[in-house]
């Protein structure tokens, strides 16, 4: 699923711009929350919100027009109350309403406002449309798409792999292959009818890939810097693996606002989506009348 809110600040609130870590913890926070219910479903399939082994998530960049960037240090200072922020996950549609709620009850500590730490409050909400997947789409990375080297026959000085680079598509299937067998507890792609012999998963880079380097705040992996690229592509896999991969994230480290991505229009006019099921007293958008 996907949800995309609109969180409310103070006009002013001066945010750093690599602000991943903070996203990703209040997230963390967030579904820690869940119901004995979903903490059941997660549970049965091997994570467990409380300790933060449940990765199947992602989100997009803030949208946060208008702003001032301070290049020096590295802020931006936000000129508007509100901005907008997608989240993405491979979770059960049952949960879509707990998850919504989940969000309103707990504000996002971010920045600082006035020498005292920016609070971030959900105001609005909207499910987005189920895309119609087909086994080859193209995509627009809207955040950077980390893919680390898988084969250690063949060394290279640098981990992440450039998107350019040969052996790119092997490492860039491998990891979206473990991760979704993680997610479904190990079990056989062939068993579950998941992969045919016969069709061979095809990825293919237009134009020019972006790098960027993510400096990173404390955080559940450890990991200080993580570099990764933003590029449109188009891949061909299996339905479900496609559908894993565009909700819970491409590439690694999605959990840390990684791999999000974007049906590019060419393929959003070609689409016939089931519709969006937006959630609130009126009918296409939902509004925070105060925590419940």
């Known amino acids: 699923m996907r949800i ?28 820690s929350k869940a119901s004995p219910e979903m903490a059941a479903w997660a549970q049965k399939r091997g994570y467990d919100f409380a300790s933060r082994t449940f990765k199947l998530f992602t989100f997009s960049p803030l949208a946060i027009y208008p702003y001032e960037m301070d290049q020096v240090r590295q802020e931006f200072r936000l000129q508007g109350n509100q901005v907008k922020l997608t989240f993405s996950t491979f979770i059960d549609p049952a949960f879509e309403q707990q998850i919504i709620q989940l969000f309103r009850q707990v504000p996002l500590t971010l920045g600082v406002y006035e020498g005292q730490p920016g609070r971030f409050e959900v105001k609005h909400w909207q499910v987005m449309p189920h895309p119609n997947f087909r086994e080859g789409m193209q995509f627009k990375a809207s955040s950077p798409i980390s893919v680390t080297n898988v084969d250690d026959e063949k060394p290279v000085p640098n981990p992440y792999l450039m998107p350019d680079n040969p052996d790119y598509d092997v490492s860039f299937f491998t990891h979206a292959v473990r991760r979704f067998k993680a997610a479904t507890q190990y079990k056989s792609l062939a068993a579950l009818k998941l992969i045919d012999p016969s069709f061979a998963m095809n990825f293919k880079m237009f134009g020019q890939a972006k790098s960027r380097l993510i400096h990173l705040k404390p955080n559940t992996d450890g990991i200080q810097q993580l570099r990764g690229f933003v590029y449109d592509f188009e891949v061909a896999m299996s339905l479900p693996l496609l559908e894993f991969c565009y909700y819970a994230g491409f590439g690694e480290y999605p959990q840390l606002g990684f791999g999000y991505v974007e049906i590019k229009e060419k393929e959003k006019e070609k689409e016939k989506n089931y519709g969006g099921k937006p959630f609130s007293n009126h009918q296409n958008e939902g509004h925070n009348r105060g925590h419940n």
Do not use: D, M
């Open 4 to 31: 995309q809110f609109t969180l409310t600040c103070q006009k002013g609130t001066i945010i750093p711009i690599n602000y991943q870590s903070e996203i990703s913890n209040w997230v963390f926070s967030v579904l």
